[in-house]
């Protein structure tokens, strides 16, 4: 596992209330690193399936959880690509806030 992947697990759940996301199961892959899973149990590692995942560069991730880039933006310039459940990805961005 890459210092990234361990760097957005602790990032993804400090910023989750409680540390869990409720709403379902998404997937974040970071390209050229790993992914991480984001569902009711935590945040953790891994490569599970998912209702929602979310692809994207190291440096997009880090602007999206940093506050530096808006979710939305990243998606519609092409940096954030989503496959699976869209709803489920816009009640994370604003978990995220």
């Known amino acids: 596992m890459s210092a990234v992947v361990d760097q957005a697990v602790t990032a993804l759940s400090e910023k989750l209330e ?3 996301f409720d709403a ?3 997937k974040f892959v970071i390209e050229d690193e790993g992914a991480v899973i984001m569902d009711g149990e ?3 590692a891994g490569d599970d ?3 929602c995942t979310l692809t994207a ?3 997009t991730f880090q602007e999206i959880l940093s506050g530096e880039l808006n979710p939305t933006s ?3 310039s092409g940096k954030l690509k989503v496959d ?4 489920l990805a816009m009640q994370l961005g ?3 806030g």
Do not use: C, I, K, Y
Request: hydrophobic share 40%.
């Open 84 to 87: 699976g459940n869209m709803g």
């Open 42 to 44: 935590g945040v953790r």
């Open 49 to 51: 399936e998912a209702d």
């Open 24 to 26: 379902g199961t998404v």
């Open 74 to 76: 990243a998606f519609m």
């Open 94 to 96: 604003s978990a995220l």
């Open 18 to 20: 409680g540390g869990t």
């Open 57 to 59: 560069d190291a440096d």
